[in-house]
């Protein structure tokens, strides 16, 4: 991403994009099944066109993750309900940001984790490859701006304990909560009338620290332009038994996704089959 720009960033872009619709045939019904619910039905060619939007949405985003890694002042991020900060952080108190697979969610934490002056702590999944690992948690090391404390999710229940206590410091939490771990433990909810899953994870956090969860998403809207809007606050309550008050706070969140889908479908980056 240092010299590739311009023309040859598009064009590489255009053939990587080509090349994984035609390979990966699951991946490109998967979108084009995923999408009806939100677009509606559509015709085979209708279908294509909406996974290649998809995918190559999903390819420029995945491109430019790696330059804003390394070259944020590159970037032009605008964030909107910046007002949902302050009845969502009372005295000082941590809160959590909670976003999903839509746009480029790294823009989002380090960022906002910049703006707030905070110590913050980013959950991340690890890379699938133990290089790609290796490269990714060297070019974190590399990051400018106030530091941010790396997390990879992995099946440690230490990482629960030390992201409490953070919480309980008054530092900032940001994780995705929109694709479970597998065996993980989950909330069911409803999107786009449609049953989903959710990570319970991020509700039973928030309701062990008294903290707020702020859906906040990141969309793209053209090269190196972002667009981040933060959502009202989600509070799980804590006079109300744990599970109906998860289940509670896990709909409110899959009704901001729904929102976030609904804005920009085709940066909605859920690359398997989610319903029959």
């Known amino acids: 991403m240092s010299w590739l720009d311009g023309r040859r960033f598009d064009a590489v872009i255009l053939l990587f994009t080509l090349a994984f619709l035609v390979a990966l045939r699951h991946v490109r019904l ?49 964030v909107e309900g910046l007002e949902h900060l302050q009845s969502a952080s009372r005295s000082g108190e941590g809160l959590i940001f909670v976003t999903a697979h839509i746009g ?16 913050a702590h980013v959950v991340r999944e690890e890379e ?28 440690d229940p230490g990482l629960g304990l030390e992201l409490l206590a953070a919480l309980r410091r008054g530092e900032v939490v940001a994780l995705q909560g929109d694709r479970p771990r597998t065996g993980g433990q989950t909330a069911m909810a409803t999107i786009f009338g449609r ?49 109906a008050a998860t289940a509670a706070a896990a709909q409110r969140l899959a009704g901001e996704l729904e929102w976030a889908i609904g804005y920009a479908p085709h940066q909605w980056f859920c690359l398997r089959r989610l319903w029959e």
């Open 30 to 78: 998967a979108l084009s099944a995923n999408l009806e619910p939100v677009l509606g039905p559509a015709g085979y060619w209708g279908r294509q066109r909406r996974a290649f939007r998809t995918l190559r949405n999903f390819a420029i985003c995945l491109g430019e993750r790696y330059e804003f890694l390394q070259f944020p002042d590159r970037f032009v991020v605008e």
């Open 104 to 119: 480029a969610w790294e823009t989002t934490s380090k960022r906002l984790s910049d703006s707030l002056g905070r110590e």
């Open 128 to 155: 699938i490859d133990p290089r790609s690992q290796a490269f990714m948690q060297e070019i974190l090391r590399r990051q400018t701006g106030r530091p941010a404390t790396t997390h990879f999710a992995m099946n």
């Open 195 to 243: 049953p989903l899953a959710l990570p319970s994870g991020p509700m039973v956090l928030g309701r062990a620290a008294g903290v707020a969860l702020v859906p906040t998403f990141s969309f793209r809207e053209g090269r190196r332009r972002y667009r981040v809007f933060l959502r009202e606050p989600i509070r799980v309550a804590a006079d109300t038994p744990r599970p």
